[in-house]
């Protein structure tokens, strides 16, 4: 009998230290992105390293970083849930730093906030983060990320009048060359990959050009709105 209880403890010990054994993932993909799981009770914790962007300004560097070593943390776990799309409610951003000249975060996803049902996934909760698995990650997708993420920044990054038209047409000029140098730079970064097929990095182009004539005319309308508006400022 003690016999018995020794070995059910030496069972449970094992199981609990296999349990905080990593599994590798090998996501690939144009920044040869690896992830790590650890299953632990309550949480799974996902550490990711890539290739960290490096082609535009260090703060849009960061942030662009940042932003994809979420979206592969997230991709690591469907891979390792061996599910299709899931809707997490629980997380945390454990650590974030560079190691061997790669990115590196590790990010912890509650269970308990994990839904894998197809009707969580089209929920309108705007706190919940969505993932949809793919095959591999594609160099095509990433750079349509890319895009997005420089297209909110640039926007962001459009002055609001705030004293005097002379700063504020400064302003304005020191955000359209951030942003056109931001949109020159994926320009030159889909043109040197040779992940893209030649109609994906057609395509790309096409839509940086429609990205870049949408900044300039949004640009436009705010420098129109503010002189619209402070009619009696000196210029």
Same mark, same amino acid.
């Given at each position: 009998?003690?016999?018995?209880?020794?070995?059910?403890?030496?069972?449970?010990?094992?199981?609990?230290?296999?349990?905080?054994?990593?599994?590798?993932?090998?996501?690939?993909?144009?920044?040869?992105?690896?992830?790590?799981?650890?299953?632990?009770?309550?949480?799974?914790?996902?550490?990711?390293?890539?290739?960290?962007?490096?082609?535009?300004?260090?703060?849009?560097? #960061?942030?662009? +970083?940042?932003? *994809? %070593?979420?979206?592969?943390?997230? &991709?690591?776990?469907?891979?390792?849930?061996?599910? !299709? /799309?899931?809707?997490?409610?629980?997380?945390?951003?454990?650590?974030?730093?560079?190691?061997?000249?790669?990115?590196?975060?590790?990010?912890?996803?509650?269970?308990?906030?994990?839904?894998?049902?197809?009707?969580?996934?089209?929920?309108?909760?705007?706190?919940?983060?969505?993932? #949809?698995?793919? +095959?591999?990650? *594609? %160099?095509?997708?990433?750079?349509? &990320?890319?895009?997005?993420?420089?297209?909110?920044? !640039? /926007?962001?990054?459009?002055?609001?009048?705030?004293?005097?038209?002379?700063?504020?047409?400064?302003?304005?000029?020191?955000?359209?060359?951030?942003?056109?140098?931001?949109?020159?730079?994926?320009?030159?970064?889909?043109?040197?990959?040779?992940?893209?097929?030649?109609?994906?990095?057609?395509?790309?182009?096409?839509?940086?050009?429609?990205?870049?004539?949408?900044?300039?005319?949004?640009?436009?309308?705010?420098?129109?709105?503010?002189?619209?508006?402070?009619?009696?400022?000196?210029?």
């Amino acid at each position: 009998m003690a016999k018995a209880i020794v070995l059910g403890i030496l069972c449970l010990i094992a199981g609990s230290l296999h349990s905080e054994d990593p599994t590798e993932i090998d996501l690939g993909g144009p920044r040869r992105v690896k992830a790590s799981i650890i299953d632990a009770d309550e949480s799974y914790k996902v550490e990711v390293s890539f290739s960290p962007v490096r082609a535009f300004d260090p703060s849009m560097n #960061k942030r662009l +970083s940042n932003e *994809k %070593a979420r979206r592969y943390a997230v &991709e690591a776990l469907l891979r390792y849930l061996d599910v !299709n /799309q899931v809707s997490i409610r629980n997380s945390e951003t454990l650590k974030v730093g560079t190691k061997n000249d790669r990115f590196y975060t590790q990010v912890s996803f509650l269970k308990d906030g994990l839904e894998t049902s197809n009707e969580a996934h089209k929920s309108g909760n705007k706190k919940v983060i969505r993932g #949809k698995a793919s +095959s591999t990650i *594609k %160099a095509k997708s990433d750079f349509e &990320e890319t895009i997005a993420i420089v297209v909110e920044a !640039n /926007q962001g990054d459009i002055p609001e009048f705030a004293t005097d038209l002379k700063s504020f047409y400064q302003s304005v000029s020191d955000a359209e060359d951030t942003a056109l140098s931001r949109l020159l730079a994926i320009n030159k970064e889909i043109k040197s990959d040779r992940w893209l097929l030649s109609i994906e990095r057609d395509e790309l182009l096409k839509k940086v050009q429609e990205e870049e004539g949408k900044y300039l005319d949004l640009l436009r309308k705010r420098v129109e709105r503010v002189e619209k508006d402070n009619p009696n400022v000196d210029k």
